[in-house]
């Protein structure tokens, strides 16, 4: 048994000796990137990209709401102003009516002279 003893307690020191000559002579474990340098810039400005061209297509969108907030205000002030301008027609055919005339010249005075009156063709 003493000989046995002495072997384990040498193969012990042996193994204590060589594990720490072994951790020196092994090289730091290396990292493995899935992505290289080069990928991660690409992918860096990929995202910068993304996010630049959202950024544009909201203001964009933005910018076209106005215009069609815009474009609907002044399609209203059109229509109200075309029905203004239909009511003006109306009081204008009005107005201007054989009848309406004659009772506004014989208020004045004036007379109608039949010789003096020429017939005009369209």
Known sequence: MS???TKLQQEQQHRTVQAPA????????????????????LMFVFGAIVC?????????????????????IIEGDIQEQQKINSDLEVQISELS???RIKKVTEKLGLTLNENNVKGVEN
């Open 3 to 5: 000989n046995l003893a």
């Open 22 to 41: 072994k951790a020196p002579v092994k090289a730091p474990a290396k990292r493995n990137s899935i992505l290289t340098p080069g990928e991660k810039i």
């Open 52 to 72: 630049f061209g959202a950024t544009f297509m909201v203001s964009k969108q933005a910018a076209i709401y106005e215009v069609n907030k815009e474009i609907q």
């Open 97 to 99: 009516t054989y009848e």
